[in-house]
């Protein structure tokens, strides 16, 4: 084939690619509308991480509190600044009319940032869990530095904030970051108290509905999901608490499936590898059998 020939042929596929009405692309539409960057999301994490965990990331800042303050208040400015924006590009994702969106987007970027202290504060009983629950953690600072499970959970708990003041699109994209990053897939809408705790991580799954306690801690390949769903007279499945309940003080060990709105007691051990979608009381040990010898 020739290069006229070539070129022909990319003629012909961009005018069936560039039809926006044809049942081929039904569930695909024309986007017209503002998205949030990702550039610009990877950007704002960074300073949220900055001023969460000052000194681990970014430029060193001197050990002095005037020269921390000065820092924390050019990283919070920042954040407004990123943020506004991408709550701007997000409210606009799917609206109608942007017109009075700019100052929507001013209010949230406050009320998220009012919101810092405490997810600090959530992240520091978060990073002492994880170090008093693995033997392997040396330090604080290990923890924060080095382990996935601080940065999934920072971002899910960023997000959740941002969910909760009816962000569209935005909290989303900050789990799926995370996910992308490591390998854990916590919704934005999940409800998740203090003290939390993840070991290893890898191939965690926690839906939207999901409401976990203080003090729990979960292991690699842990999911709490869904076990079915009701559906609209359309046919498309509706947005109803259908994920566990996890009271506080329980362990969940890997590659255990917790499903349905079942509630988990508190004090409460889950082994591995098991498939669970009933209700456990509390101080319940639910183990695996184990076979009997012939």
Not at 55 to 72: H, L, N, R, V
Not at 111 to 136: C, Q, R, W
Not at 226 to 233: E, G, I, L
């Amino acid at each position: 084939m020739n290069r006229e020939e070539a070129l022909e042929q990319i003629k012909k596929n961009v005018e069936r690619l560039a039809v926006f009405d044809s049942d081929d692309y039904k569930y695909i539409p024309l986007h017209q509308k503002p998205s949030p960057s990702a550039a610009a999301v990877r950007k704002f994490m960074r300073l949220v991480q900055m001023v969460v965990f000052p000194g681990f990331f970014g430029p060193k800042q001197e050990a002095q509190f005037d020269s921390i303050q000065y820092y924390m208040g050019v990283y919070l400015e920042q954040i407004y600044e990123l943020l506004h924006e991408e709550l701007y590009n997000s409210l606009c994702f799917e609206a109608e009319a942007c017109s009075d969106t700019r100052g929507k987007a001013s209010h949230i970027a406050i009320s998220f940032i009012n919101e810092i202290p405490n997810i600090k504060h959530l992240l520091s009983t978060d990073v002492k869990a994880m170090l008093d629950g693995d033997p392997a953690a040396n330090t604080v600072s290990e923890v924060i530095f080095c382990y996935p499970a601080t940065l999934a959970i920072l971002y899910q708990r960023v997000a959740h904030v941002l969910f909760k003041l009816d962000v569209p699109v935005l909290p989303r994209t900050i789990t799926e970051m995370a996910h992308s990053l490591t390998g854990i897939d916590i919704h934005p809408g999940a409800e998740i108290g203090e003290y939390f705790s993840i070991d290893h991580g890898t191939g965690i799954v926690i839906g939207q509905t999901t409401v976990i306690g203080h003090h729990v801690r979960l292991y690699q390949g842990v999911t709490l999901g869904a076990k079915s769903f009701k559906y609209n007279d359309e046919g498309l499945p509706i947005d109803v608490p259908r994920h566990p309940i996890i009271e506080d003080n329980v362990i969940i060990y890997s590659n255990t499936s917790v499903l349905g709105r079942i509630t988990i007691g508190r004090n409460s051990l889950i082994g591995g590898n098991i498939w669970l979608t009933y209700d456990v009381p509390p101080n319940s040990k639910i183990l695996q059998s184990r076979a009997s010898k012939g």
